[in-house]
């Protein structure tokens, strides 16, 4: 049997990322079984469904490398398809027409209350007779579930589970306007996408139960269902907006690669051993859903950036280069091709310090802000008027020597600092102040390498003559 999943995202806000790692582990399952990987955009609550999320669901997806198979299925275009099974369903005898009124359901619903059974319908129009209500009542169709026995799931991650026929009442297929329920479409698609295997949150195992005996009267194959644990937060509690982040392109605007969230999703229910590095490949080798744990995992950001730093370090510098070029526009640095270069020359030195791309852009302003750079505080307390003299002289050694590399750079500055009788460092972070207008930066002689001689003496100049503006404090 082909291996076909899918992924079936409603479309009513961001792609959270609780679904972004059920895509994950739908795209890894049907990678490592040969199999297809699909997408079906579940946008029947057309109130709540909004273009902007669609787009923000492909978005996400084609960020984390989990593009479909094939062209996705949008559920609200199957509208016709899904009342045509509920019709046949009702003929066949599988199905039934409720006339109750929302009264007598309201009714029905306190009695069970105040007897405290529970809310269940009572099937009182299963067995009605339609001559006995008038023609134009309406009403809904309901799916004649099994009243005794117990339906059983061989769940691929949470083993056998059960539940007693009499704990399911007979649910909606048809509204009373004619639309389709939630069960119905999902159940329809499925079987008409031919797929193989459910794999999704266990916040849907209830519906399993349900959509089992649906199957069951539509005279189809039932899929293997695997259901995996939620996602919670570092307290134990469900994850939610007071833990972090929660949409897949907030993690991708505060600069965290796809590869690295890929691997921390993997891990979240699924190991390899104590593996924490993951290569793609090595999670489609390996995967199999009959693997995932029972329990929740609880999101661990510092994880999730310690991950992000280890893959920042293994990009090549030209790619981290055109990564980093959106969030140096957005503190509005457009460098050159000179400054990129230089970016590419330094980013060695600079990704080393960096857990995010973020981290990277602010990092990286030392070799594309313009002339004069601006001064932070602490940058600033370190030129007083007779650093600014030692500095200019300092430029005029550093003009004249013959060899521009880190070791003639050294030599020349720690003379320097010999001849005014200070400790080199009393010259290093002056120097480091006018050439980055910061105190922390890769080391000191890389930096003027990467810099060049004419930026270097520029930059000297600039601080010797006071030209530097402060940075404002933001409070």
């Not at 319908?121 to 008038?134: F, G, L, N, Q, S």
């Not at 005996?213 to 907006?241: C, E, N, T, W």
Request: proline residues 6%.
């Amino acid at each position: 049997m082909s291996v076909v999943v899918r992924f079936a995202p409603s479309p009513t806000g961001y792609l959270h990322i609780g679904g972004a790692r059920t895509a994950l582990f739908n795209w890894l399952y049907a990678r490592h079984c040969g199999g297809r990987y699909l997408l079906r955009i579940e946008d029947t609550d057309r109130a709540r469904s909004t273009e902007a999320a669609i787009r923000a669901i492909f978005e996400g997806l084609e960020w984390l490398g989990l593009v479909p198979d094939e062209p996705p299925v949008f559920q609200s275009r199957r509208i016709d398809r899904h009342r045509e099974v509920a019709e046949r369903l009702l003929a066949a005898g599988a199905a039934y027409r409720c006339w109750c009124t929302p009264e007598e359901l309201e009714e029905m619903r306190a009695r069970a209350r105040a007897e405290k059974r529970p809310v269940r319908y009572d099937r009182r129009c299963r067995d009605r007779d339609p001559a006995t209500v008038p023609t134009d009542r309406p009403f809904v169709v309901r799916l004649k579930m099994p009243t005794e026995g117990e339906t059983v799931i061989e769940d691929l991650v949470q083993g056998t589970v059960r539940i007693a026929n009499a704990q399911l009442d007979d649910m909606i297929l048809l509204r009373s306007d004619g639309t389709p329920t939630y069960m119905l479409s999902v159940v329809v698609d499925d079987h008409d996408m031919g797929i193989t295997h459910v794999i999704r949150g266990d916040d849907h195992l209830t519906n399993a139960f349900r959509q089992y005996q649906l199957y069951r009267a539509m005279g189809v194959a039932v899929p293997a269902f695997a259901h995996i644990p939620l996602i919670h937060g570092p307290d134990g509690a469900k994850l939610s907006k007071r833990h972090g982040a929660l949409s897949v392109t907030e993690y991708r605007e505060m600069g965290i690669l796809p590869e690295a969230m890929r691997n921390y999703l993997v891990r979240l229910g699924w190991s390899l051993g104590d593996r924490e590095i993951l290569s793609t490949e090595e999670m489609v080798r390996h995967f199999d859903i009959r693997d995932v744990g029972h329990s929740p995992a609880r999101f661990d950001m510092d994880k999730l950036l310690s991950l992000n730093a280890h893959y920042l370090r293994e990009r090549p510098d030209r790619e981290l280069v055109e990564l980093l070029l959106p969030f140096l526009e957005a503190r509005g640095l457009r460098p050159g091709e000179r400054e990129r270069r230089r970016l590419e020359a330094g980013m060695a030195g600079l990704k080393l310090r960096a857990r995010t791309l973020v981290e990277l852009a602010e990092a990286a302003r030392i070799y594309v802000a313009p002339r004069p750079l601006p001064l932070a505080p602490k940058a600033a307390r370190l030129l007083d008027e007779a650093m600014r003299r030692n500095l200019e002289e300092l430029g005029r050694r550093l003009a004249g020597l013959e060899r521009w590399d880190e070791g003639s750079l050294e030599s020349a500055c720690r003379a320097f600092a010999e001849e005014l009788g200070v400790g080199f460092g009393k010259l290093a972070q002056p120097l480091r102040a006018a050439l980055t207008g910061t105190t922390v930066s890769p080391g000191l002689f890389e930096v003027m390498c990467v810099l060049g001689r004419e930026e270097v003496l520029a930059r000297i100049e600039d601080a010797a003559r006071g030209r530097n503006p402060a940075v404002q404090q933001s409070h």
